[in-house]
């Protein structure tokens, strides 16, 4: 028989458990009482929003007495982007491309496929550019993208299939090519083959590359985004990595959304909105700016000008007709990526796949 | 009339097994069946041998056979060791045989990338000889070596720890070299345990992901392992063709699982006879 005194106790956290659970619920509801969100972003964010979440906590505290907290996960952009579409409870995303929100969308419907319109700046509150980072003194004399492709340069990048952060490295590179004096689509095929016929290591992520590149002393340059870069050279040394800006690159947009359906079931909408209205406003561009993002923000902008010189920048809605149509013509199986790696450029049969 | 056997409770123990299994193993496997179906046969067919995924079988299960033929030796030789002799500081090496099966293997594969790099400490000392370990298939084969040494070492161990050493003796004194010894006698009675580690090594190395992406390079190709093709497919919310590729993996470590114990199993039928 089962002693009772054993039972007991496990009934009572049993109970508190219960009242727990009763009493949260009851404090999502009431603007006196705590509320919890979850911001599902990626990997080099998680410096930003620590930072932000406190500022945030600071301000909607004082704006409606109620006391915020946020929780942070973090990982590969599509990795996140399937855990949300596989049921991981987040009110907000904050990823590396539309494209893994998109898929959220029309995979799990948790928010409308219209989500991109709903703020600012296609729901990009800070942006990012795609950099080289190269040894000290730039040995190999890299400036621009066409200096990627010279025989025996060693470039480092991650694989495009596994990580979201490498698509634009690789869109910013045929992007270049578009925009030369009659430039088309056989010559940046050609310049993005050549590059990538340069790189000794494709790393699954971004911060992989970079430890390839700079722990492993392996490549001459690192093609990364900015904020990665600068965070680079802040935190190695200026003495051991410099940041060359190509004369054209792409306009890295990581958007952010409300996941209307979580948000609507832990009644946290209000908050999760007013969390990401206030990344546009001074004090969240001004956080964004101090953890190497360009604001959008001009009177922001203007304060950091010195850390994000002028480059010009084209968007993949302009140059690519949108992240959908870049997944299809670019990394989808058979796509150009594919095809840089086919023996003979021969096309392979799995396109059936999809 | 109800049939009694010696030992109680078969229904009971048999059906909890069954239930716990079915649970645990066959519903999750299940799934994946289902949802790799979803592509049809001829769309599964193609996407499970594309040339691409065919290089990638042939390296893991390439490198995954060459791990475990050398974890197989070299296990052998550890459990002998340390099912032997005494000497100080074997509780720490015993310790230490466990470890790849603590470790996170991302720390094993990022700790192994560091020492086998060009610039790495193991390295750079074989550069200068034209051996490159890490990002060639070679590294590969390192970190599957790491990581299913425990398996040998762990299923030989008890074996050799229950042959008691009189039995050794006993061949010796009958006129047996130390050769003859080991190939009678010692190794007849831990092949079967052995080939059960070197099953457990070769069938968890073809599966294995974490270690492998940090030394590998992930070259299509020529370094990118079938565990990566699944990876890149589900990164393009590709659920079903990375089903397709994860199935093949299964049955192709069921079969050999189920190889192995008919083995076994005839080896016993043979050693009755």
Not at chain 1, 44 to 51: C, I, Q
Not at chain 2, 219 to 245: K, N
Request: aromatic share 10%; glycine share 10%; charged share 15%.
């Amino acid at each position: 028989m089962i002693r009772l005194g054993a039972v007991l106790p496990l009934i009572r956290l049993a109970t508190l458990g219960v009242l727990a659970a009763g009493c949260r619920a009851e404090a999502q509801r009431d603007p006196g009482r705590a509320v919890t969100l979850l911001n599902v972003s990626y990997d080099p964010t998680r410096e930003l929003y620590t930072a932000y979440n406190a500022a945030f906590a600071g301000y909607w505290k004082q704006k409606s007495g109620q006391t915020v907290t946020v929780s942070q996960s973090h990982g590969g952009s599509g990795k996140q982007a399937r855990a949300v579409i596989d049921g991981l409870d987040a009110d907000i995303v904050t990823l590396a491309l539309a494209y893994d929100i998109d898929m959220i969308a029309e995979q799990a419907g948790l928010l409308p496929a219209d989500w991109q319109k709903r703020l600012p700046d296609n729901s990009a509150p800070y942006t990012s550019t795609i950099v080289f980072l190269v040894r000290k003194g730039n040995p190999r004399k890299i400036a621009d993208w066409p200096d990627l492709a010279r025989p025996g340069i060693g470039v480092i990048t991650p694989n495009p299939k596994t990580s979201g952060g490498a698509r634009w490295n690789y869109l910013a590179a045929w992007g270049y090519a578009l925009r030369q004096q009659g430039g088309n689509a056989v010559a940046a095929r050609a310049l993005v083959t050549a590059i990538y016929r340069n790189v000794p290591v494709l790393d699954a992520g971004a911060r992989g590359s970079t430890t390839t590149f700079v722990e492993r002393g392996i490549g001459d340059v690192l093609i990364g985004w900015e904020n990665e870069a600068l965070l680079a050279v802040k935190e190695l040394g200026p003495d051991k990595f410099e940041i060359v800006m190509p004369s054209t690159t792409i306009l890295a947009e990581p958007p952010v959304a409300v996941v209307d359906r979580v948000a609507k079931k832990h009644g946290t909408g209000d908050v999760a909105r007013a969390y990401l209205d206030y990344l546009y406003t001074e004090a969240g561009q001004e956080i964004a700016a101090k953890h190497f993002y360009r604001p959008r923000l001009a009177s922001v902008a203007a304060k950091y000008a010195a850390q994000f010189p002028k480059v010009s920048t084209f968007t993949v809605d302009e140059t690519f007709g949108g992240w959908r149509k870049a997944q299809e013509t670019h990394f989808a199986d058979g796509g150009t990526f594919d095809q840089i790696y086919q023996p003979g450029g021969r096309l392979d049969g799995d396109r059936a796949s999809r | 009339m109800k049939r009694h056997t010696v030992l109680p409770g078969f229904g009971l123990t048999l059906g909890v097994t069954l239930t716990y299994l079915g649970v645990l193993v066959l519903l999750p496997l299940s799934t994946l069946f289902l949802k790799s179906a979803g592509l049809g046969p001829s769309r599964f067919w193609d996407v499970v041998t594309a040339p691409r995924v065919l290089a990638s079988y042939k390296l893991t299960f390439g490198a995954a056979l060459a791990a475990a033929l050398i974890n197989a030796v070299f296990g052998l030789l550890v459990a002998w060791v340390l099912a032997r002799y005494r000497f100080p500081g074997l509780a720490l090496v015993d310790a230490l045989v466990d470890l790849p099966f603590a470790l996170p293997t991302a720390v094993a594969g990022i700790a192994l990338t560091t020492l086998y790099a060009p610039n790495g400490w193991i390295g750079s000392r074989l550069a200068p000889l034209g051996i490159t370990v890490a990002f060639t298939p070679l590294g590969i084969v390192v970190a599957l070596i790491f990581i299913g040494l425990p398996f040998v070492v762990r299923t030989v161990q008890p074996v050799l720890q229950d042959l008691e050493a009189e039995v050794e003796e006993a061949a010796a004194s009958l006129g047996a070299g130390r050769w003859q010894t080991f190939r009678r006698v010692i190794f007849p009675a831990v092949a079967p345990a052995l080939l059960t580690g070197f099953a457990l090594a070769f069938a968890r190395a073809i599966g294995e992901y974490g270690s492998v992406v940090f030394i590998s390079g992930n070259m299509p190709f020529r370094t990118e392992i079938a565990p990566l093709l699944i990876m890149t497919r589900l990164e393009q919310y590709d659920y079903a063709g990375a089903t397709a590729i994860a199935v093949v993996l299964l049955l192709a470590s069921f079969s050999l699982l189920l190889l192995v114990n008919v083995l076994q199993w005839f080896g016993r039928r043979r050693a009755l006879a």
